[in-house]
């Protein structure tokens, strides 16, 4: 399976399930739907960042110099598109089934506007995660003693 697909999958999954529970909690706790949407916000954020960092600090340990990195901006881009449509798509029509209410949108609301903001909602943490990562593990192999960059011979001539 792709790498894209399975974010794609994984946090599209994510979306649906979170925005059944906040249906679910907006139904039978309406009060504290603000602090419930935050919550769920945080949780989606969290892990696509979290992802993210996994993925940039995977890339840089296998790639040490930053211009022969895999191309992860196209992975999350291509995740977040299947992501958010793919979500949209599936809550569309959970909202079918009784017992379910998320928000009775049309099929067209859906998959643009709602597929839009769980896009962006999944591509710029996603990003933002892989630059965290990348960072940290060039500056954690930076640290460590003896890495290549550390015992190789100076290129200049002493003399020079």
Known sequence: MNAWVLRAVGLGALTVVLEALLGFGMRYWPTTGAWMRILCLIVLI??????????????????????????????????????????????????????????????????????????LLIFIPGVLGVALGRWLAGRDGKK????????APNPEPANA
């Open 46 to 119: 969290g892990s696509v960042i979290a992802w993210g960092v996994l993925d940039g600090r995977s890339d840089r340990r296998a790639n040490a110099d930053p211009e022969r990195g895999a191309d992860l901006t196209m992975r999350w881009l291509k995740a977040a598109l299947a992501g958010g449509v793919g979500s949209g798509l599936a809550a569309w029509i959970l909202d079918f089934i009784p017992g379910f209410d998320l928000g009775d949108q049309g099929l067209v609301f859906d998959i643009t506007s709602a597929a839009s903001f769980i896009v």
């Open 144 to 151: 460590q003693p003896g890495t290549p960059a550390d015992t």
